[in-house]
């Protein structure tokens, strides 16, 4: 009898013993709650602008200042405060460097990361090769844009503005400040377009527009921070920048024109923010 019954109960105990081995499987490799899985939209999760960190929605969208397509961003757990400890010491650590690789260079920045510039061979809006670096930006006070002909959303007045700053800056245009507007869409913007475009804002002396081969192009806009995986995403941001001195700053392409001529005598009188992006030169 008692046979019987330890073999009926057997089978029982198997399948509640497989049955708590597979619970405690999936509780072992389940990601807790609210926890930062790459790809997946935490609760905590959110879409912000590239330009305007401050535009936050939970839905996809695009900016209302600059109409920009809004990114995923991914939440940021609060490190313990051991970790916070560990972080402050360590960007101390990275700034205290920086100061002191770029002071050897002729000038100090408080921020550890640098703007490449590379010296890549592109055209200008009257065919004429010309090399980024050493012929537009070495030793000069340089303002940057990025646009393409076909745009008619946020380029128009991207040109509009900077046709008002080069009014305002009068004979300092080409002489002391140099703008330049790089073409994000090479494959289309020929020179004669750059060209036509141009003349719609009536640019003179001293206000260039480049194109050139798509692999040189795209290396100009990795390095100087507005590579898009389409042209029609590209950002409206524009670098205000003294190479002689080795201060850049960002600042919004369609802000007032008043708001980046101040920026441009800033660089003028090398008195641009010294935590601004810092640039090296290849």
Not at 197 to 215: I, L, Q, R, S, Y
Request: proline letters at 6%.
């Amino acid at each position: 009898m008692r046979n019987r019954y330890f073999s009926a109960a057997l089978p029982l105990a198997f399948a509640l013993l497989i049955c708590f081995a597979t619970a405690a499987s999936a509780q072992s490799v389940a990601p807790a709650a609210g926890s930062n899985v790459p790809g997946a939209n935490n609760a905590g999760d959110f879409y912000s602008c590239p330009m305007h960190p401050e535009v936050k929605s939970k839905k996809r969208g695009r900016c209302p200042k600059c109409k920009m397509d809004l990114r995923l961003t991914h939440a940021q757990p609060k490190p313990s405060s051991e970790g916070m400890s560990a972080g402050v010491l360590e960007a101390s650590s990275m700034k205290a460097d920086a100061v002191e690789v770029n002071a050897s260079a002729g000038y100090a920045s408080r921020d550890s990361s640098k703007m490449t510039i590379p010296d890549v061979e592109l055209l200008d809006q009257n065919g004429n090769r010309v090399h980024f670096y050493t012929d537009l930006v070495k030793g000069k006070v340089v303002v940057v844009q990025f646009i393409f002909t076909t745009c008619t959303t946020i380029c128009p007045p991207l040109g509009a503005t900077f046709a008002r700053v080069q009014k305002e800056l009068g004979e300092r245009a080409g002489r002391d400040v140099h703008l330049i507007s790089v073409s994000v869409d090479p494959a289309t913007d020929t020179p004669e377009r750059l060209k036509a475009w141009g003349a719609k804002f009536h640019a003179a002396e001293g206000w260039t527009f480049v194109t050139g081969e798509k692999p040189k192009v795209d290396e100009l806009l990795r390095a100087l921070g507005a590579a898009t995986a389409s042209p029609a995403e590209h950002s409206p941001a524009v670098l205000v920048g003294n190479d002689a001195t080795g201060q850049w700053t960002r600042t919004y392409g369609l802000a007032r024109p008043a708001v980046i001529i101040k920026l441009i005598g800033d660089a003028v009188e090398g008195r641009l923010d010294s935590s601004t992006d810092s640039a090296a030169k290849e």
